[in-house]
Each structure stands twice: as C-alpha cells, then as structure tokens.
C-alpha cells in the first residue's frame, strides 16, 4: 500500500517538483554511499598505507641489525689458542660474568658443558642448573646472556616453582656458542 500512495504522491507533483525531489534523492544516495562505501574503503586504505610504512620502518631496522650483526660477527673472529681449553675457559669466564652480574652466581647448582663438532665448526653447548632465583634475576640473565657481544643463544629453558616458597623459581638453561674450528694441519684417520 505505501508504495502506491508514494506512486500517486510523486504523479501529483509538479515538474518542477519532481527535478527538486530527484536531486534531493540523488543527493541524499551519494552521500549514504561516501559514508557507507567510500568513507571505509578510503580508511582502509590509509590504514594499509599506514601499516605498510611501518612494517618498513621495522624491515630497516631488521636489516640495520642484521648489519651489525654481521660485523661484529666478522671482526670478533674467535681466536684459538693451543686448544680446546682456551676457548672453554673464555666461555667459562664470560658467563661467571654474566652470573655475577646478574647476581645469580650463589644460586648456580650444576654446570655442565659439552662440546660438538659439525663440519668446520664446533658447538658448546652449557647446561646450567640455577635454584631459588626470583623471576627479575632470571630476566635480567637471559636478557645478558642473549646479547650479541658474549656470542651466546639459548637453546633450552625449562623453569619450574619453588614447593615451598611461591616467589622463587628454578631454572634449567641450555646455552649454544658457535665457533668455527681452528684452520691447521689435518690429522690422518686412524
């Protein structure tokens, strides 16, 4: 029903009439369709432009560490002594360091470390057993060991509470250090 009295209502009106009433409709069309077209795909838009740049900001920056990374990993060319044991004891001394410094030194129960060979390369892999550490300390020893100056990842963490006092933690921290073999005479198999 209401769309034959809109019917009858619009053949009553006068040309004139009509022209204002179409260009009005017409108006009232294009602007709902700027707000509920054009107005979020625009946003969208912008918020792509927006999200793009920033990914790049933090691509650059990715590859300015990566840089840096490089070098330091160029001009701090491990240097190897009369053996295995020079290396094992600058690893030893560089995280006594790092323990001391993050105060954790009194906590350390068991340190283990194993060394690997794969291809011209060896891996030292440190296992280290720290009990009734709170959660800042341990924070603050990750976070040291993690940087690039002592050449130190970390493999494997395995972190469990205290029974007795809520807290303090355990924490069980494998660490790896890559290190490229010393270039010397090849020995025969025997």
Known sequence: ???????????????????VAGAGLAWVLLILFCLL???????????????????????????????????????KAPSHGTGRGDSDFALSSRLDGILKEADLKSQVQD????????????VVRTEIRINRVKMDQLMKFLYLVELPEHGMRIDQISITRTPAETEYLNAAVTLKTYGKKPSGPERPAA
């Open 37 to 75: 077209v054009l107005m979020p795909f625009l946003e969208a838009r912008d918020k792509l432009s927006h999200s793009i740049k920033r990914q790049e900001k933090v691509l650059q920056e990715l590859i300015s560490l990566d840089e840096q990374y490089r070098r330091l990993k160029g001009s």
């Open 1 to 19: 029903m209401p769309f034959k009295s809109l019917i009858s209502y619009w053949s009553g009106l006068r040309k004139r009439e009509r022209y």
């Open 111 to 122: 340190f283990q470390t194993t060394r690997s060979s794969v291809k011209n390369h060896h």
